[in-house]
């Protein structure tokens, strides 16, 4: 059975425990952090991206979204960096989920979202599959059964195809500006403001957009990142990035 269950840290910080951000955290939370919060701003891009280019959604649009983080990370990053980032998101479901089962009759079955340990399940195969060689040690750590496994480079390659067919007709060509792009409206005090101005900078020199899309950091009262179509723009909540710093600090990282 697993261990990784924090859920009653939420309890703590509900409590006023709230972690300090900006607190010296080890590397391993750090990765743990800065990778969810990357891997999370791909996500909302993927809201993003369905929205300002009017993709066909054919499924879940979360799991869409999910998908393309996955695709990203393997095609923005170097292989090193794209298994640290993707073991990130892969962690916090880990960590998060009530592995128990206790918890299963509280499953919100009528949710948006797939139950978090399919989208952990999901999520591992997917990276698996982006290097099913380079990452066998990781398909074993993060107990991927065989018969999913067996399937995973096929499920890869049919998801990053199918991003593939709108983010090459969005990459911008050498010459070519960008018509729009990712507007990051934060102060620079803001929580990983570096980290996100980073992956705006990386993405308005990459991919070109029909409209802007405004980036957010912001309190929101809630651990929470969401992309809001009225106004194209992107929020990464102050208290997501508090959220996994509590997480990692619950798991000892
Ligand atoms: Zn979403």
């Known amino acids: ?18 972690p300090a951000l900006g607190e010296e955290l080890s590397p391993d939370a750090q990765r743990f952090v800065e990778g969810n919060l990357i891997g999370t701003f791909y ?9 300002v280019l009017q993709l066909p959604v054919l499924g879940q649009e979360e799991d869409a979204a999910d998908t393309l983080a996955v695709v990203l990370i393997t095609d923005l990053w170097e292989k090193d960096d794209a298994e640290w980032l993707g073991r990130a998101t892969a962690d916090y479901y880990y960590y998060t989920v009530d592995w128990s089962g206790a918890a299963a009759d509280e499953t919100a079955w009528w949710g948006v979202h797939g139950p978090d340990e399919q989208r952990y399940y999901n999520h591992v195969c997917l990276l698996y599959g982006s290097d099913p060689e380079g990452l066998a040690d990781l398909a074993t750590e993060y107990e991927l059964p065989e018969q999913r496994a067996a399937g995973c480079p096929e499920e890869f390659t049919l998801a990053q195809q199918s991003w593939g067919v709108f983010l090459d007709e969005i990459t911008l060509q050498p010459g070519q500006r960008a018509e729009h792009g990712l507007i990051l409206k934060a102060p620079k005090s803001a929580p990983y403001y570096d980290l996100l101005a980073e992956e705006v900078r990386v993405w308005n020199e990459t991919f070109t957009l029909p409209r802007d899309v405004t980036v957010h950091i912001d ?3 809630e651990a929470n990142a969401y992309y ?3 106004e194209s723009s992107i929020t990464m909540c102050s208290e997501y990035a508090e959220w996994l710093i509590a ?3 619950a798991a000892e990282l």
């Open 1 to 18: 059975m697993r261990a990784g269950f924090v859920g009653s840290f939420l309890a703590v910080l509900v409590a006023g425990g709230s």
């Open 43 to 51: 996500h909302e891009l993927g809201h993003a991206l369905i929205d």
């Open 219 to 221: 309190a929101c009262g």
């Open 228 to 230: 809001y179509p009225a």
């Open 247 to 249: 997480v990692a600090q």
